[in-house]
């Protein structure tokens, strides 16, 4: 059973540019979380998606990201316009449900650069 | 709201030494709280997680954690760590009715020197 697999691991964009990041939860998971982990910082909440809907998007920059987890494929996270304050890793997490004793995996992220 | 505070954004230690990285907590309602290890370049494993019950949680990699609520505390031992054990490791607190949205602290860098 594979974990959950983000990609690409590394992606370098120039400033203006549009960054696509992908993850595709555990079999069988179909709620997934994304984390930005900025330099020398520890990991911030961004979004939390279900199949076809935004749950929770309190982390999210107003501006220029959008996240979306469609009924067949990975869900995406999506950064228009990127500028240098962009530049972070980025992890996804996916669950079965959302309750008690439900554990949450994460994938290896993806470290994004903007030059 | 939650919010995590690790003490020591950096632990050098020598191998075979215990260890132990503190972690302090503040909710306003129940919550689950985690251990993490962060590997360079790589993604986050869990080490150990409390959720209800005892108070002693083991872990792997022969860590382990106490939940101490009077003092909002989390800290994470080792009574003998290994060079291998060098790494990131992250404080985390997640609400009981959302296994996955959690609030990290800033991370403990640990190194084991031989």
């Known amino acids: 059973n594979a974990g959950v697999m983000q990609n690409p691991r590394h992606l370098v964009r120039r400033r203006g540019q549009e960054a696509r990041l992908r993850c595709s939860p555990m079999k069988g998971h179909s709620h997934v979380y994304w984390y930005r982990q900025l330099p020398e910082e520890g990991l911030k909440f961004m979004v939390y998606?279900?199949?076809?809907?935004?749950?929770?998007e309190s982390g999210m920059p107003k501006e220029r990201f959008s996240a979306e987890f469609p009924k067949e494929g990975p869900s995406i996270l999506r950064i228009q316009q990127v500028v240098r304050g962009d530049s972070a890793a980025y992890f996804c997490?996916?669950?079965?449900?959302?309750?008690?004793?439900?554990?949450?995996?994460f994938g290896q992220g993806t470290r994004l650069t903007v030059v | 709201a939650q919010s995590v505070t690790q003490l020591d954004s950096q632990v050098p230690v020598f191998e075979e030494a215990p260890v132990e990285l503190r972690c302090n907590y503040s909710?306003?309602?129940?919550?689950?709280l985690f251990w993490y290890v962060q590997y360079p370049n790589q993604g986050l494993q869990l080490l150990l997680k409390y959720l209800s019950g005892s108070t002693l949680v083991k872990g792997i990699n022969g860590f382990e954690a106490e939940f101490n609520k009077s003092q909002t505390s989390f800290h994470l031992r080792k009574p003998s760590v290994h060079i291998s054990d060098t790494a990131e490791y992250f404080c985390a607190v997640g609400l009981n009715t959302n296994a996955g949205k959690s609030t990290f602290g800033d991370g403990t860098t640990l190194t084991v020197k031989p």
């Open positions: 909710s306003s309602v129940s919550v689950y």
């Open positions: 997490a996916s669950s079965i449900s959302r309750g008690l004793n439900t554990e949450a995996f």
């Open positions: 998606l279900q199949k076809e809907n935004i749950i929770d």
